[in-house]
């Protein structure tokens, strides 16, 4: 004979399901999404600007959260990807996949690149032969130079240029193709918007915005029109 669960049991299960339920229901009210626009100065879409948003709410975080790592590549004479995004103290590891030798140099980017003071990091990659794997080197992005924005180069090839945004807030990201830069779940509440742009040396202001559970939708423009990259 089958033994009778007692009610109070069932009622406590209940109870219980009924507040998970609606604890997470009040946690999904309590974030907002954010889609913010970057533009040029003639008003076209800008890629690869980083949007950088900085919730008043400082104990959330995102679900997916910020890279502690990524890899640089050197090949045909660029960095690639041109612009990384990562969190404060992480790991970049720098591959050479040219033939010939690169050095990776790195100062502040913007205006305080002009200043020769803000030294950051050096190395040299030897160049990869053929049938083996490229040269690499690893750096860890937990010093004040290497915080924000850095310019990498090369000392022997003049020309190559890089970036890295080393992210304090958890909530950043680079524009799409269209100048899109999309958050999700953020902190309902008041927040601070900037952008950043190699292009654009001197900062332009921040923005002050309003995350609710309406979706939000913000413009940020630069001051300068980016050079084109070369491909």
């Given at each position: 004979?089958?033994?009778a669960i007692?009610r109070?049991?069932?009622?406590?299960?209940?109870?219980?399901?009924?507040?998970?339920?609606?604890?997470?229901m009040?946690t999904?009210?309590?974030?907002?999404?954010?889609?913010?626009?970057?533009l040029?100065k003639?008003?076209?879409?800008?890629?690869?600007?980083?949007v950088?948003?900085v919730?008043?709410?400082?104990?959330?975080?995102?679900?997916t959260p910020?890279?502690a790592?990524a890899t640089?590549?050197?090949?045909?004479?660029?960095?690639?990807?041109?612009?990384?995004?990562?969190?404060v103290g992480a790991?970049?590891?720098?591959?050479?996949n040219?033939p010939?030798d690169?050095?990776?140099r790195?100062?502040?980017?913007?205006?305080?690149?002009f200043?020769?003071?803000n030294a950051g990091?050096?190395?040299?990659?030897e160049g990869?032969?053929d049938?083996k794997?490229?040269?690499?080197?690893?750096?860890t992005?937990?010093?004040a130079?290497?915080v924000g924005?850095?310019?990498?180069?090369?000392?022997?090839?003049g020309?190559?240029?890089?970036y890295?945004?080393a992210s304090?807030s958890p909530?950043?990201?680079?524009?799409?193709?269209?100048?899109?830069?999309t958050?999700?779940d953020?902190p309902?509440g008041a927040?601070?918007?900037?952008v950043?742009h190699?292009?654009q040396?001197?900062?332009?202001?921040?923005q002050?915005?309003?995350?609710?559970?309406v979706?939000a939708?913000?413009?940020?423009?630069l001051?300068?029109?980016?050079r084109?990259r070369r491909?």
């Amino acid at each position: 004979m089958r033994k009778a669960i007692p009610r109070l049991v069932i009622r406590l299960t209940t109870i219980g399901t009924l507040l998970g339920t609606l604890l997470a229901m009040g946690t999904a009210a309590q974030a907002g999404n954010l889609v913010v626009s970057v533009l040029d100065k003639d008003g076209k879409p800008v890629q690869d600007a980083v949007v950088v948003v900085v919730p008043a709410n400082k104990s959330a975080l995102p679900r997916t959260p910020l890279a502690a790592q990524a890899t640089i590549s050197q090949e045909k004479m660029q960095f690639i990807p041109a612009v990384t995004v990562v969190a404060v103290g992480a790991k970049v590891n720098f591959m050479n996949n040219d033939p010939w030798d690169h050095h990776v140099r790195s100062s502040p980017a913007g205006m305080g690149q002009f200043n020769t003071t803000n030294a950051g990091f050096e190395l040299r990659l030897e160049g990869k032969s053929d049938g083996k794997p490229g040269k690499s080197s690893e750096v860890t992005l937990d010093r004040a130079g290497v915080v924000g924005a850095t310019l990498l180069g090369c000392f022997i090839h003049g020309s190559m240029r890089g970036y890295i945004y080393a992210s304090e807030s958890p909530w950043a990201a680079k524009t799409s193709s269209e100048g899109i830069a999309t958050f999700e779940d953020l902190p309902e509440g008041a927040a601070q918007l900037k952008v950043w742009h190699p292009d654009q040396l001197v900062d332009i202001a921040p923005q002050q915005v309003t995350v609710g559970a309406v979706l939000a939708k913000n413009v940020m423009q630069l001051t300068v029109v980016p050079r084109r990259r070369r491909s």
